[in-house]
């Protein structure tokens, strides 16, 4: 069974920074891609971030290129989203996911079949 894990959400002034961790389980598959989501209230689920297994490909949505940073250390099987300056927008909950049988980013949630359960991440001004 697979099982996806995240931690490291908190509060955070404006400016500030948060490393996410996703800690997965039980992804024994070749190939695969891990990739972060956010959701705000009233909004739909935005893929912000996704890091393939098979190379390291890595996808960043527009709003977070320069500031977000996703790696992986395959040793510790976790997916880590360095978020730096960051801002009241990306107040959110945050998801990782988990797409199998797969050597290309995805970006959309339906792309994807497990999923954790979501940290809050929330950037006052």
């Known amino acids: 069974e697979v099982q996806l894990v995240e931690s490291g959400g908190g509060l955070v002034q404006a400016g500030g920074s948060l490393r996410l961790s996703c800690a997965a389980s039980g992804l024994s598959f070749d190939d695969y891609a891990i990739g972060w989501f956010r959701q705000a209230p009233g909004k739909e689920r935005e893929g912000v971030s996704c890091?393939?297994?098979?190379?390291?490909?890595?996808y960043y949505t527009d709003s977070v290129k320069g500031r977000f940073t996703i790696s992986s250390d395959n040793a510790k099987n976790t997916v880590y989203l360095q978020m730096n300056s960051l801002k009241p927008e990306d107040t959110a909950l945050y998801y990782c996911?988990?797409?199998?049988?797969?050597?290309?980013?995805?970006?959309?949630?339906?792309?994807?079949?497990?999923w954790g359960q979501g940290t809050q991440v929330t950037v006052s001004s």
């Open positions: 996911a988990a797409a199998v049988h797969t050597t290309v980013v995805h970006t959309t949630p339906g792309e994807y079949d497990y």
């Open positions: 890091i393939t297994s098979s190379d390291g490909s890595t």
